[in-house]
């Protein structure tokens, strides 16, 4: 089945892989070997979102009776994505931290379903973005899932640590993802609840379009409906990624 390119930009490609489902989309990261975030990766995945939102609007009858969805998947091997861009985002502050938190935001809360197809390593803010999404679908062979701030000696900002909280409900498990910073395979991720399947390299993708399809009929009409729920579901972690507040413990100065 042919895939129809939709964005070509420099670090990413929207495509449409099947013609007959003209609102099933996938979004490949393709920042070099690692996909870490720069501003420039950041405004170019909204982009991308935004021309998903504009080609949904314009999408009628019963094509958006079919409901939609996207799957988002990396062009490297080795990397889904290795986090920010550290230190340029340390040099730039809220000009970068700002468009990546309202970034997790909108996929947060993106009005069709979005499946993380992990093919590589996805860690710190390559974890959050991956947190980001409604399914995670993890490469089994190769791969860690993980938030390593503790070893590099970053602390968490509010929205940041909020998009792990929301998705990780076991204490356990989040203590050992943000205290310790431990790296885990697909398996463990499964085991913990925050990854939805682990399958073979060459099964990937596949399976997210699997996963992709069989949920896209929640989203018929394309219109607001996932949007809103997902607002309401995700509320409290929504409210911190957009508040702007990019100061960690801003309110211990009351203890």
């Known amino acids: ?42 405004n170019e995945i909204t982009q991308a979102l935004d021309a998903v939102e504009r080609m949904l609007d314009d999408t009628r009858g019963d094509a958006a009776g079919q409901g939609g969805a996207l799957i988002t998947t990396s062009s490297s091997e080795k990397f889904y994505s290795n986090g920010l861009a550290i230190e340029a985002a340390m040099e730039q502050g809220d000009v970068f931290y700002i468009p990546y938190l309202k970034m997790l935001a909108r996929l947060l809360t993106f009005r069709i379903p979005t499946v993380a197809a992990i093919n590589g390593h996805a860690f710190a803010g390559g974890c959050m973005f991956a947190m980001a999404h409604d399914y995670r679908i993890m490469r089994a062979d190769r791969g860690w899932i993980a938030m390593n701030e503790v070893d590099i000696g970053i602390p968490l900002i509010p929205g940041m640590a909020a998009i792990v909280k929301c998705k990780i409900s076991n204490q356990n498990h989040l203590r050992d993802c943000l205290l310790a910073g431990h790296r885990f395979k697909a398996s463990d991720a499964v085991a913990a609840g925050f990854v939805d399947q682990a399958v073979a390299q060459d099964a990937l993708v596949s399976t997210a379009m699997e996963y992709a399809r069989r949920i896209a009929p929640k989203a018929s009409g394309l219109n607001q409906k996932l949007h809103l729920i997902k607002a309401e579901m995700y509320r409290e972690t929504v409210i911190l990624l957009l508040a702007g507040g990019t100061t960690p413990g801003g309110f211990l100065s009351k203890l």
């Open 1 to 42: 089945m042919s895939s129809s390119s939709l964005v070509d930009l420099p670090l990413v490609k929207l495509t449409n892989p099947d013609p007959s489902f003209p609102a099933l989309f996938v979004l490949h990261l393709n920042n070099g070997k690692e996909n870490r975030f720069t501003l420039q990766f950041v």
